[in-house]
């Protein structure tokens, strides 16, 4: 995520352009667990935590577009897949220690 935001600050300085619109798209949904090479669970990483890393490298660029008086958007797609997961997910009877995100204390035991 760091090398693509630098390459595009590059592009668009070496153009003088201004970033005025970024776009998340969140649209991965692995069926396996995986781990990302920091260690997050895989589909949280892409969908979630880059989006995040994303928007904070761009942040220069899009404030300095919105000092210049232009109009700056930060979409977020997002997808219907959720709806698709088991409901107790992150149940309280779970003793997954593998847990990294730690919903189950986050919902106050659970959902269900």
């Known amino acids: 995520v760091a090398r693509y935001a630098a390459a595009l600050k590059s592009e668009l300085a070496g153009r003088s352009l201004a ?3 970024l776009v998340l798209n969140a649209g991965v949904m692995l ?3 995986e781990r990302s090479v920091d260690g ?3 589909t949280i990483a892409a969908n979630h935590l ?3 890393r ?3 490298e761009l942040l220069s660029e899009l404030r300095s577009a919105a000092h210049q008086g232009l ?4 979409v977020s797609v997002t997808s219907s897949l959720h709806h698709m997961a088991a409901r107790d997910l992150f149940s ?3 003793d997954d220690d593998d ?3 730690r919903w189950k204390a986050a919902l106050g035991g659970g959902v269900g």
């Open 19 to 21: 970033l005025t619109t």
């Open 31 to 33: 069926p396996a667990p």
């Open 40 to 42: 997050a669970e895989m």
């Open 50 to 52: 880059g989006h995040h």
């Open 54 to 56: 994303l928007t904070v």
């Open 71 to 74: 109009d700056v958007r930060v």
């Open 92 to 94: 309280a009877d779970d």
């Open 99 to 101: 847990d990294d995100l």
